[in-house]
């Protein structure tokens, strides 16, 4: 959901959720957004409440106080739910970095949502202060946001991307890092990276193609292993096809195909199988737990069931778990 979004933005969202969780609050409602928004980007809160910004950043918190009824306050351990009318500021701030033609979505395209959304309590905050949907989104579309991982600290990371997932092997003692280049237009290649916990430099997992995703890896605490998902991009038909799953020995580097699309099997009668996501790895890894989708054929289509399953690695055979979705195409 958040791939597009800026550093600052998630912030901003972080910042909320903490917001919220002070005020007592059972969700993420639109005041508490803005108070993270003003909170995360100094420059938008100068910019739009230019007069004392601190001062008028206060007030705003002040006015929010006494429109408020205080709880208890939730640990910010609890993940706390959007309001609806927060929801609908996410979308708003999406149509408005496409409507600008920007590739990310920053603070200042969640301060127009919030605009956008005209008769929640967070809108009349900035209105009762001069601010206007008109005039903010003019300066916004001035300047498009910051990218996001355009500077990997740490060696060995290229640019362009943000850590999606971070995994630790016990047995090689060595970190495995998820790569996501976010805001791309189908958002791959995804890449793996990995390091001793004593070195300074990452190094890639493998090699694969341009048009081939390494992703949603897991590992285990008694084998030097990772076990990873391979996507590869159709242009033709403008999405991934699942293109296998790999097994990468991290103390010799071994790179071996363990499940492939053509010797995956399933007892039941169904047309494409495909292996969506991993989820687990079992401590002898010797078994893959996975998020499947089988298509089953209905009249006029297919229908494709998604499913928690194993699948032992040895004869590569699934055996379901628990149903999670449909997805009719």
Same mark, same amino acid.
Request: hydrophobic content about 35%; charged content about 25%.
């Given at each position: 959901?958040?791939?597009?979004?800026?550093?600052?933005?998630?912030?901003?969202?972080?910042?909320?959720?903490?917001?919220?969780?002070?005020?007592?609050?059972?969700?993420?409602?639109?005041?508490?957004?803005?108070?993270?928004?003003?909170?995360?980007?100094?420059?938008?809160?100068?910019?739009?409440?230019?007069?004392?910004?601190?001062?008028?950043?206060?007030?705003?918190?002040?006015?929010?106080?006494?429109?408020?009824?205080?709880?208890?306050? &939730?640990?910010?351990?609890?993940?706390?739910?959007?309001?609806?009318?927060?929801?609908?500021?996410?979308?708003?701030?999406?149509?408005?970095?496409?409507?600008?033609?920007?590739?990310?979505?920053?603070?200042?395209?969640?301060?127009?949502?919030?605009?956008?959304?005209?008769?929640?309590?967070?809108?009349?905050?900035?209105?009762?202060?001069?601010?206007?949907?008109?005039?903010?989104?003019?300066?916004?579309?001035?300047?498009?946001?910051?990218?996001?991982?355009?500077?990997?600290?740490?060696?060995?990371?290229?640019?362009?991307?943000?850590?999606?997932?971070?995994?630790?092997?016990?047995?090689?003692?060595?970190?495995?890092?998820?790569?996501?280049?976010?805001?791309?237009?189908?958002?791959?290649?995804?890449?793996?990276?990995?390091?001793?916990?004593?070195?300074?430099?990452?190094?890639?997992?493998?090699?694969?193609?341009?048009? &081939?995703?390494?992703?949603?890896?897991?590992?285990?605490?008694?084998?030097?292993?990772? &076990?990873?998902?391979?996507?590869?991009?159709?242009?033709?038909?403008?999405?991934?096809?699942?293109?296998?799953?790999?097994?990468?020995?991290?103390?010799?580097?071994?790179?071996?195909?363990?499940?492939?699309?053509?010797?995956?099997?399933?007892?039941?009668?169904?047309?494409?199988?495909?292996?969506?996501?991993?989820?687990?790895?079992?401590?002898?890894?010797?078994?893959?737990?996975?998020?499947?989708?089988?298509?089953?054929?209905?009249?006029?289509?297919?229908?494709?069931?998604?499913?928690?399953?194993?699948?032992?690695?040895?004869?590569?055979?699934?055996?379901?778990?628990?149903?999670?979705?449909?997805?009719?195409?």
């Amino acid at each position: 959901m958040f791939e597009r979004y800026t550093e600052k933005a998630r912030r901003s969202i972080f910042f909320a959720r903490y917001e919220a969780s002070q005020f007592g609050s059972p969700y993420i409602e639109t005041e508490h957004l803005l108070l993270g928004i003003l909170r995360e980007d100094k420059a938008l809160t100068n910019q739009f409440l230019p007069l004392r910004s601190h001062a008028a950043a206060e007030s705003i918190r002040e006015q929010i106080e006494g429109h408020t009824v205080i709880r208890e306050k &939730v640990s910010t351990s609890v993940d706390l739910p959007l309001s609806d009318e927060c929801k609908r500021i996410l979308i708003h701030a999406e149509e408005e970095a496409n409507h600008f033609s920007h590739k990310f979505i920053g603070t200042g395209h969640l301060f127009l949502g919030v605009l956008r959304e005209r008769e929640c309590f967070g809108a009349q905050l900035l209105n009762e202060r001069g601010v206007s949907l008109d005039m903010a989104r003019e300066q916004v579309g001035r300047k498009a946001p910051e990218p996001i991982g355009s500077s990997p600290r740490s060696a060995g990371l290229p640019a362009g991307y943000t850590s999606h997932r971070l995994l630790y092997n016990i047995a090689a003692e060595t970190l495995i890092l998820e790569l996501r280049r976010p805001g791309s237009e189908h958002l791959l290649p995804t890449r793996l990276f990995m390091r001793h916990k004593d070195a300074e430099a990452y190094e890639q997992i493998g090699s694969p193609a341009e048009d &081939v995703s390494y992703e949603s890896p897991v590992t285990c605490d008694g084998r030097p292993l990772v &076990v990873f998902n391979s996507i590869k991009w159709d242009k033709v038909r403008n999405g991934g096809d699942w293109d296998g799953v790999y097994s990468f020995n991290l103390k010799t580097k071994e790179l071996v195909l363990c499940i492939s699309p053509e010797k995956l099997q399933f007892s039941e009668p169904h047309g494409r199988l495909s292996i969506v996501e991993l989820v687990s790895l079992s401590e002898d890894a010797r078994t893959v737990y996975a998020n499947i989708g089988i298509e089953k054929a209905v009249s006029g289509g297919g229908v494709v069931h998604y499913h928690l399953a194993k699948v032992d690695l040895a004869d590569q055979e699934v055996r379901l778990l628990s149903r999670l979705m449909d997805t009719r195409f």
